[in-house]
């Protein structure tokens, strides 16, 4: 399988006492928890039908006991998987079951906000919107912004190379990332990147960063800095004909426009925020697009007639331009509570996140509705539009058996198709466990051994991660008899994507 | 992507394109009989980094633009295209590679190939405002040492399925493997440009620029050489318009203008001429990444400050050691970008569990260290 495991034939207790004892000498007692009861919080992240149980979690307080946890663990061979705040979405920080689970909860402090750099030097563990919340009394905020932002924190969007509702004017992690601080999976203390612009040698930055813990932990980050735009507008357009929703996203941007957001929902997704949130959203319409322009008052003045004039031209069959703050809050509230409101009509949804090229919105829309007939579920859409990264939610009910198989049916047809039209599995929320065998679609043996052989330039042991990202050649022979169960989502109320 | 049944992608196709079967069949070789080989687009940057060592391997062959769709800012190139080509497709649909690459252009050739300037992620002057050749790379295709052919990454803006290969292929200098097509990120033309001119001194120049980055202007692209800083504003015209009342200065002509950023872009203006010469009369022309904010350099030579104080150019004689100290201070790092002397080593040494993971890359990639050996650092 995809991690060596030196240890597996050893008894399960015997290694745990192994390990408490190689890092009880290096943390703090109450750093190192081991009993059943304490371990159970840790279990799973936000993919919940996936749990397992640690031997170990250990909470380092300070970088030096990282460092003695990775030395101490590297000399045993025992897997680390390193575990932010739990949101992600794809069973990242889903433990490993001879392994250490290494919490990074307590590097919560923000080090610095430097407002004439623009730049901030935070702890791993500091939250996504913490971050602008320091920087704001200066006029600046951190772009990217995955709407779980109130709980995600910036090292676990590290890990996952996490958008937003904004990432197509403003970039992703990636993109707003300088520095990334961390510790090999020996203990040694390394940097990727720097304050300045570029680094010399191979540029690591863009390959740590969205590599899911697989290649090193972090403890430390610096990021960049924007001025908060003077003013946002957003413009709600309705569409009779999702196919004219599509192209009017490409119009706006022929016109050689880069909307700050560009969302569209289907007209089932509509009508389920309307009734959550009450944003008067057009129940008439196929779809709606969300369509926003920040900047200068002129610059947006300007920027807002400019897209009217494309999107009346693409057919729109209703437009409103917020007039004030409370108002374009108000438009996105629907979008933003796509996922609690899903939650109202079903029992259970399942989230899916690929991407494909914008020009095929309408055949994969129409190919889920065909899904729809196929599979015999309902499934609700928001998409990042501008993007072209979807998320269909698949509603079911998880106490019948059969509705959970088929919705893993559904799911994976989704993501197949979204290959089969020149995308990717996943846009943002990582492959984690969930999408290990829709990995086996994208990629041929080939490519995934060259990934295999990258991680091992970092890890050479395999120890950080194991079995994550990507998948052996003998799972992807397996894939097609294998039953993958899907998961559901915890903290429903959490504003996503 | 290959998952073997990707629409009009891959395998089939590309393992029946002549020029890629040939270049495989090179590399098959050279590894059998223990060959280097030096991969070869235009020539135009056989000067940049380490010298090249090997037989050459042209990959001028892999021309043409794949696929281009203006309304999703997305162009599939394939390496060996003209990069002057590219742009002037770009260009037809009013849209461009917003990091402004360098084309090293001669008058007499086709100048710098889209591989190439992938390979050495080289950006021009709006780099501090729009990113670098690496924000831009959505994916690549990549031969590597085993000569196998390999997609990573893909043509859509969003994507963390797997690693971010295509990505780490910027800069890389050709040591991963010969990159034969990328998907990049392009962007339309700005509605509007205008470039001012202060005249003051480089601290000042600083302190303008960092105080200004701050505040939401439609900064595009800085210079400051000999007292006078010239800044470029881009963006919707009302913005522009708005800045150019706000922070005073001279307007510049535009066609002077215009002229100007060309010039230093391809690094033919007054200063890099003036550096060539000195370059040929023993001096360095040296690259200074540093953060933006750092203090003017104490190092009493030529300077052109860009990207809003981020990379510094420096023609000096000074001992390598104290301009590497100098920047390394400052908290970058120093590139000898050109030089006849290249001994005490072009790049600035990695700490060391960076120079392993890079050297274990490189393995990874290219076991037998085929492509480009040396070109990086120095190998023994």
Known sequence: ???????????????????????????????????????????????????????????????????????????????????????????????????????????????????????????????????????????????????????????????????????????????????????????????????????????????????????????????????????????????????????????????????????????????????????????????????????????????????????????????????????????????????????????????????????????????????????????????????????????????????????????????????????????????????LNSMCVQFAPGEREQMFALKAAFDPAGLLNPGKVIPTLQRCAEYGRMHVSKGLLPFPQLERF | MTGGEVEGEVDGTKAADPALQALIEQVRAARADGTQLDIRGGGTKAWYGEAPQGVPLDVTGLRGISSYEPTELVVTVRAGTPLAELEAALAEKGQCLPFEPPRFARNDAVGGTVGGMVAAGLAGPARAAVGGVRDYVLGATLLNGRAEVLSFGGQVMKNVAGYDVARLLAGSMGTLGVICEVSLKVLPVPVARTTLRFDVAQADALRMLNTWCGQPLPLNASAWWHGVLVLRLAGAAAAVDAAVARLGGEVVDAAMADSFWTGLRDQTDEFFIGAAQAVDGGAALWRMSVPQVAAPLVLADEQLVEWGGAQRWLISSAPADQVRAAAAAAGGHATLYRSLDKSPGVFAPLSAPLARIQRDLQTAFDPDRVFNRGRLYPER
């Open chain 1, 1 to 435: 399988m995809n991690a060596p495991l030196p240890a597996a034939a050893l008894d399960r207790a015997a290694r745990q006492r192994e390990i408490v004892a190689a890092l009880a000498p290096v943390v703090p007692a109450h750093a190192l928890l081991w009993q059943a009861e304490d371990t159970v919080p840790y279990e799973c992240d936000g993919l919940t039908a996936y749990r397992q149980q640690p031997l170990v979690v250990v909470l380092p307080e300070t970088e030096g006991q990282v460092a003695a946890v990775l030395k101490a663990c590297h000399a045993l061979k025992v897997p680390v998987v390193a575990r932010g705040a739990g949101t992600g979405l794809s069973g990242g920080a889903l433990p490993h079951a001879l392994g250490v689970t290494l919490s990074l909860a307590k590097f919560n402090k923000i080090l610095k906000v430097d407002a004439y750099s623009r730049t901030a030097t935070v702890q791993c563990g500091v939250r996504n919107l913490a971050i602008s919340e320091a920087a704001a009394p200066h006029g600046l905020y951190y772009a990217p912004d995955p709407s779980s932002q109130i709980a995600c924190t910036i090292g676990g969007n590290v890990a996952e190379n996490s958008g937003g509702v904004h990432c197509l004017k403003y970039g992703l992690t990636l993109h707003n990332v300088l520095r990334v601080r961390g510790f090999t999976v020996e203990g040694e203390a390394v940097e990727f990147g720097s304050l300045a612009l570029d680094t010399p040698g191979l540029d690591l930055l863009p390959v740590v960063v969205g590599s899911e813990g697989m290649l090193a932990v972090t403890t430390e980050v610096t990021v960049k800095l924007v001025p908060k735009p003077q003013l946002a507008r957003c413009i709600m357009a309705s569409f009779d004909d999702i196919r004219k929703a599509g192209d009017a996203v490409a119009a706006v941007i022929a016109a050689g426009i880069i909307p700050a957001g560009l969302e569209m929902m289907d007209k089932p997704m509509t009508a389920a925020v309307e009734d959550f949130v009450h944003a008067g959203y057009d129940l008439e319409a196929q779809a709606i697009l969300l369509c926003e322009s920040d900047g200068t008052p002129e610059e947006v003045a300007e920027e807002i007639g400019r897209m009217l004039d494309v999107l009346a031209g693409a057919g729109a069959t209703r437009m409103e331009v917020s007039k004030d703050e409370a108002q374009r809050l108000k438009f996105w509230s629907g979008r933003k509570n796509a996922f609690p409101a899903s939650g109202r009509i079903s029992p259970d949804y399942m989230c899916m996140d690929s991407t494909i090229p914008r020009k095929r919105l309408a055949d994969i829309l129409l190919a889920i509705a065909e899904m729809e007939r196929k599979y015999q579920l309902r499934c609700a859409n928001v998409f990042h539009a501008g993007d072209g990264n979807l998320h269909p939610l698949i509603l079911f009910d998880a106490n019948d058996p059969d509705q959970l198989h088929r919705c893993e049916l559904f799911g994976a047809d989704i993501l197949e198709t979204s290959v089969r039209l020149g995308g990717t599995v996943t846009g943002e929320h990582g492959v984690g466990v969930e999408k």
